[in-house]
């Protein structure tokens, strides 16, 4: 069946981590945390973040400010408005520099866009909308499902599900590109072509099958135009 729809990953597959940024936010988080009594160490706080941000990816945290509350009860400090707004400073002042999209990815979802109907399909912690608006990526799409917002994360079929209604498309009408192998799987469950981009850091991770075979792969985002 002709191809009709794309869905697309976010991170590690047309966008990733600015680390340099990652690390000094992270530390400047903590510096905040430790004027208010916080008394572990770096090391500590970045393991209670990740673990937070890891366990509102499916929209436990409704928005930011319940993203902080979720983190100061881990780290057991008060709820105070003035530390609120100081972790909120910060964030906004770091937007702008946390993620990148790697090199051609506007211009290559431009050409997609005239040819197929794009979704974005992404795992994540509450707050990737104002990223994504900052990377000028909302037009570039015709509907986003962030995990965070419907409840769901990959690779349970049923986001996939939630992307293929909003598309209004069958699962053989469309394809799914991603750096992780566990994202092709779930996709694979339900009938959509894979696409495997092996840029990301973390490809095998979270894959039941390490050797799963996608129906196409290659090395960098920028070569998908020679799949689709």
């Given at each position: 069946m002709?191809l009709?729809?794309v869905?697309?990953d ?15 936010y ?6 905040t ?11 500590d ?9 890891r366990?509102?990816?499916k ?5 930011v ?10 780290t ?27 090199d ?12 197929y ?7 994540c ?5 104002d990223y ?5 990526l ?12 419907v ?6 079929t049923?986001i ?32 959509l ?12 991770r979270?894959a ?15 070569e998908i135009?020679?799949?689709?």
């Open positions: 002709r009709r729809g869905l697309i976010f991170g590690y597959t047309i966008a990733y981590i600015d680390k340099a940024d990652v690390e000094e992270d530390e400047s988080l903590f510096r945390l430790r004027r208010y009594g916080y008394h572990g160490t770096l090391k706080f970045n393991n209670i973040l990740d673990r937070t941000y366990n509102n990816m929209g436990e945290a409704k928005n400010h319940e993203l902080w509350k979720s983190l100061l009860e881990n057991n400090l008060a709820l105070e408005p003035s530390l609120i707004q100081e972790l909120t400073v910060l964030r906004e002042r770091h937007l702008p520099r946390r993620l990148k999209l790697y051609n990815v506007l211009s290559i979802l431009s050409i997609l866009k005239e040819k109907r794009l979704c974005l399909v992404s795992n912690f509450v707050g990737l909308s994504i608006k900052l990377l000028d909302t037009e570039m799409f015709h509907c986003i499902v962030l995990s965070y917002e409840g769901l994360m990959k690779p349970d049923r996939y599900l939630v992307a293929l209604k909003r598309l209004r498309l069958k699962p053989e009408e469309c394809i799914f590109v991603s750096d992780e192998i566990s994202d092709l799987e779930g996709a694979r469950k339900i009938g072509r894979t696409l495997l981009v092996r840029q990301g850091e973390h490809t095998t979270n039941k099958d390490p050797n799963f075979k996608p129906d196409y792969q290659c090395d960098d985002i920028r135009l020679d799949f689709l």
